[in-house]
């Protein structure tokens, strides 16, 4: 969420005449619901699986940017067991979540063959993966890799999912059908502030950025955030593919056509299904701001 803080410490969103707040989410907050009831303006979800559900439900949900270009999920392993590729964790015992078990666990089936007889409850903790070398699990790339080395002294088998050919977007921007409809403005007001502050926090000063996380989540340290930051930018996950000729953010039909064929060949979609309805590209692919 760098970009979204660094828009928020350099006063971007108040130069847009935006008074933005950041409120924390997790495992246990339906920030979602929220948005949909009107709490929330906007929701930054992890990955496409929601928008694509609720289109197929008629939920007024719909994805105005893309966060990231590459999902940061992954799983991780222990060296030396023989889980160096997603090839060999066929049959092997593997903790995801709930969450994850109706998304992309489900393409991970259709490509490797995994079973539902692999699950295993995740917890969204550590302990278990630090107490057993047997163990394998869901993570971020951002961070749970790093934080193995800082109690082990060693780092994990990452196994990144769009290594497996993964092709969805993530950290996607959502708002109401009703936002994009009647306040189309502050949508690109939003989305503008946001693609500053995302071009300031990669490639300017990500301090001001960090300052105000720490605030938010005191238990955040400098390493891990140093950590992240480094990883955002090694693997690209932000800033490529169209992102170097449309600008951060962008989204295209073509790759939307893509996940979307993905998951219907995993057996999560009909074909007919109007995945459109998802997402607009109205707020997104204006091309790269000009830097100071």
């Keep these: 969420?760098?970009?979204?803080?660094?828009?928020?410490?350099?006063?971007?969103?108040k130069k847009a005449g935006l008074d933005v707040t950041i409120y924390q989410g997790g495992p246990q907050v339906n920030t979602a619901q929220l948005l949909i009831s009107g709490k929330l303006d906007f929701d930054i979800t992890s990955n496409a699986?929601?928008?694509l559900n609720f289109a197929q439900e008629n939920i007024p949900y719909e994805v105005v940017a893309a966060g990231f270009q590459k999902d940061p999920d992954c799983l991780i392993a222990h060296h030396g067991e023989g889980n160096d590729s997603f090839e060999a964790l066929k049959g092997k015992p593997i903790a995801v979540s709930t969450d994850t078990r109706a998304s992309w666990w489900l393409y991970l089936q259709s490509k490797y063959g995994y079973t539902d007889s692999q699950l295993r409850p995740y917890g969204f903790s550590l302990t278990p993966f630090l107490t057993n070398k047997k163990d394998i699990q869901e993570a971020y790339v951002t961070s749970e890799p790093y934080l193995v080395h800082q109690a082990t002294g060693q780092w994990p088998v990452v196994l990144a999912l769009p290594d497996a050919g993964f092709d969805g977007y993530a950290s996607l921007v959502a708002t109401s059908d009703a936002m994009v409809k009647d306040h189309p403005d502050e949508v690109?007001?939003?989305i503008a502030a946001s693609t500053q502050g995302w071009y300031d926090f990669l490639y300017k000063n990500p301090q001001p950025a960090f300052t105000a996380i720490k605030k938010d989540n005191p238990d955040m340290t400098d390493g891990l955030l140093q950590f992240g930051y480094e990883q955002l930018k090694q693997r690209d996950i932000v800033d490529s593919g169209d992102t170097k000729t449309l600008g951060?953010?962008?989204?295209?039909?073509?790759?939307?056509?893509?996940?979307?064929?993905?998951?219907?060949?995993?057996?999560?979609?009909?074909?007919s299904m109007d995945y459109k309805a998802a997402y607009t590209l109205e707020f997104v692919d204006h091309?790269?701001?000009?830097?100071?």
Excluded: C
């Design 1 to 13: 969420y760098g970009g979204y803080y660094e828009a928020l410490a350099e006063g971007l969103y």
């Design 248 to 271: 951060i953010y962008a989204m295209t039909d073509a790759r939307w056509a893509s996940f979307f064929n993905q998951m219907v060949k995993a057996g999560m979609y009909d074909p």
């Design 49 to 51: 699986f929601l928008a």
């Design 287 to 292: 091309g790269r701001p000009k830097q100071n």
């Design 188 to 190: 690109k007001r939003f």
